[in-house]
């Protein structure tokens, strides 16, 4: 039986990509590389400049001593060279001991290499480094006895690379602590900012109750005022949206009225040859003006984030044989009704309106196309990987037109309308597709608006 091996969706990246990406978009983690690599910078120039320091001031001082030194070993190793005070001298000291002449020749460490200097002289290639070679330094380090013998002294290395790096590994790990509390510490620093990003997306949700939290208040840092200032401007922008909404409102109330009074007036005319088309025209464009401020209202309402719906079970299929049965036209639209359609809580008001604005809008750009509108009413399955149930998918769809690419996202934005395709004449005042996003996304659902080459497809997708 075979696995399901995962897919590059779900495979997680390799931490060479998540350290570049955390690199290249979180503020912390470059505020901690810029402290990492100003402290290592910092610690290079002042090892380098102690160094340069110490070689040059002390080296003139240090030089006799050392001259001094190795005449007192010499001295102690003897003439002509003892092997056993050699050998007694490097089990004392962490030093090398090489005896050559005419007699001894002898060295405490066999194993090292060896290596031949410009003038073909015998070197020893643990002894010396370059640079003592260039500053001619070996000869403090090197005698010659009475009798002829060349002593040569020099530091035993193998002992440091025996010898745990203490001091190595204290620093490492001094480092990774001061890392870990800077990261800390600048994760703390940056909490502000955490709480200003949720801030702003409950804002841009339309969420003005919970401002963002303002840490010391009485004396608040840069981020602090950051803070406060766009809770200020939240309010702002909260007090002009109520205006708004208020203003709209007040209108739509205050013009029903009249409305009410002019089409009562109108349809009390007399029904005669001369007043008849007057009449007709005048009622029709009442009927506009009606339809206009319902949609209004209806857009309001479902804006404002406290909109109630009134849901109970409804029979989608039959709500919508009831909406195509009531509109002028739609007996030519092509319906493909799912027969195994769950079971969906749904305002009925609200999705009556909605399919009549659909319906309405694929007629209307179908008056010159080759196919009548067709509408679907199916089961939309979640995808794999999904969390959530099944819902209804409604699929209206024209084939007249479309729309160019760049207008769709605005098709759905309130009192737009796509000057190519949709004229003044055909097209409306641009709230129909407005009133049917905002319904689908009050029910929990989705709205999308497509090309379907040719004509539009639009698609509602509401949750069971």
Not at 95 to 110: A, E
Not at 316 to 334: C, H, I, K, M, Y
Request: one cysteine or more.
């Amino acid at each position: 039986m075979s696995t399901a091996q995962p897919t590059q969706a779900t495979r997680r990246p390799r931490w060479h990509r998540r350290a570049r990406h955390a690199l290249a978009h979180s503020l912390r983690v470059r505020l901690v590389a810029l402290f990492l690599l100003l402290a290592m910078a910092m610690a290079a120039t002042f090892l380098f400049g102690m160094q340069r320091a110490l070689s040059v001031g002390w080296r003139e001082a240090a030089r006799p001593l050392v001259a001094d030194y190795v005449d007192r070993l010499a001295a102690e190793v003897g003439s002509p060279p003892s092997v056993a005070r050699a050998q007694a001298l490097v089990q004392r000291l962490p030093v090398t001991v090489r005896i050559s002449g005419p007699q001894v020749n002898w060295s405490s460490h066999t194993d090292a290499p060896d290596r031949v200097n410009r003038r073909g002289e015998d070197r020893w290639q643990s002894d010396w480094s370059a640079d003592d070679w260039r500053r001619n330094e070996p000869r403090l380090l090197e005698r010659t006895t009475a009798d002829g013998h060349r002593i040569q002294f020099s530091l035993n290395r193998q002992i440091w690379h025996t010898r745990p790096r203490l001091v190595g590994w204290i620093t490492l790990a001094v480092l990774l602590a001061m890392t870990a509390l800077a990261y800390a510490r600048v994760r703390r620093l940056l909490r502000p900012l955490d709480d200003i990003r949720a801030g702003a997306l409950r804002f841009g949700q339309g969420d003005f109750g919970q401002p963002i939290p303002v840490h010391h208040a009485a004396r608040p840092d840069e981020l602090g005022e950051l803070a406060a200032t766009i809770n200020t401007m939240g309010g702002d922008i909260h007090q002009m949206l109520e205006a708004k909404r208020a203003l709209l409102l007040a209108i739509s109330h205050e013009l029903r009225s009249p409305l009410t009074r002019a089409r009562l007036n109108t349809e009390l005319l007399p029904e005669t040859l001369e007043v008849q088309p007057s009449r007709d025209a005048l009622l029709r464009d009442l009927g506009l003006m009606r339809d206009l401020i319902t949609d209004l209202l209806e857009s309001e309402r479902l804006a404002s984030p406290h909109a109630a719906l009134q849901r109970e079970p409804t029979d989608l299929a039959a709500l919508v044989a009831e909406v195509t049965a009531s509109l002028p036209g739609a007996a030519a639209v092509q319906q493909h009704i799912a027969p195994d359609l769950p079971a969906v809580a749904l305002d009925r008001t609200r999705v009556r309106l909605l399919l009549r604005n659909l319906l309405e809008n694929a007629l209307r750009h179908s008056a010159d196309a080759s196919q009548p509108p067709s509408l679907q009413v199916q089961v939309d399955k979640p995808a794999q990987g999904q969390h959530r149930g099944q819902g209804v998918r409604i699929t209206v769809r024209d084939h007249g037109p479309g729309v160019p690419e760049d207008q769709l996202p605005h098709l759905a934005q309130p009192f737009y309308r796509a000057d190519a395709a949709r004229e003044r004449a055909t097209g409306g005042v641009g709230l129909g597709l407005y009133l049917c996003k905002l319904v689908a996304q009050a029910h929990g659902g989705t709205f999308s608006v497509r090309n379907a080459q040719p004509g539009l497809e639009v698609q509602v997708v509401l949750p069971a």
